[in-house]
Nanobody
């Protein structure tokens, strides 16, 4: 069974930067896309950014122009560079990978990493 391992969360002041990393380990293969979601207390999980293995990138509206997602083409790994952080970016950030097997997809999720932005 595969898993996603995240790192890079923490506490930062508003206007600061953080970089999150996520790498797949174990038996993860045929990945179609990887990305990041976040969930703040009392709110639904929302897309932050994802990258399709063909190259397309999607960003949530609230992070466009501030966050950048990238991937390591030699392995299943993605990174999220977060600049100009705001208190409203405070949330648990989850790495996600979508595996394709025939007509079936399977979602892997990381354990989550806390990002806290102080004002």
């Amino acid at each position: 069974q595969g898993q996603l391992v995240e790192s890079g969360g923490g506490l930062v002041q508003a206007g600061g930067s953080l970089r999150l990393s996520c790498a797949a380990s174990g038996s993860i293969f045929n990945i179609r896309n990887m990305g990041w979601y976040r969930q703040a207390p009392g709110k639904q999980r929302e897309l932050v950014a994802n990258i399709i293995w063909g190259g397309r990138i999607n960003y949530g509206d609230s992070v466009k122009g501030r966050f950048t997602i990238s991937r390591d083409r030699t392995k299943f790994a993605v990174y999220l560079q977060m600049n100009s952080l705001k208190p409203e970016d405070t949330a648990v950030y989850f790495c996600n990978a979508v595996q394709v097997a025939g007509t079936t997809t399977f979602d892997y999720w990381g354990q989550g990493t806390q990002v806290t932005v102080s004002s």
